[in-house]
């Protein structure tokens, strides 16, 4: 079993930056995938960012490549979410997830595991 605990959302606006946390329980913490999504009202949850396990290699969407990072520290079983020059799309609240398998890392599906969320809000 995995728990995820997201925090570091808030209201910041055009242009500032913010920085997600996503805390996780689990010894295997170092070996799986974790991702960020993003789930605006009334739209779809969508891809923002994934890292993988052993490797660290990194994924973004083409709407924050540029803008935002992504990072992990094994030693804290945390992932970070880098969040530079925020726009007002960019409003949503945002999930990190956690899997193991090797589907493809940008499908919601792929995950087994969720935090409850945290919210960003992007003023203009």
């Known amino acids: 079993q995995v728990q995820l605990v997201e925090s570091g959302g808030g209201l910041v606006q055009a242009g500032g930056s913010l920085k997600l946390s996503c805390a996780a329980s689990?010894?295997?913490?170092?070996?799986?995938?974790i991702g960020w999504f993003r789930q605006a009202p009334g739209k779809e949850r969508e891809f923002v960012a994934a890292?993988?396990?052993?490797?660290?290699?990194?994924f973004y969407s083409d709407s924050v490549k540029g803008r935002f990072t992504i990072s992990k520290d094994n030693a804290k079983n945390t992932v970070y979410l880098q969040m530079n020059n925020l726009k007002p799309e960019d409003t949503a609240v945002y999930y990190c997830a956690a899997t193991s398998g090797l589907s493809n890392l940008r499908v919601p599906g792929a995950y087994d595991y969720w935090g409850q969320g945290t919210q960003v809000t992007v003023s203009s």
């Open positions: 689990g010894r295997t913490f170092s070996s799986r995938r």
């Open positions: 890292i993988t396990g052993n490797s660290g290699s990194t």
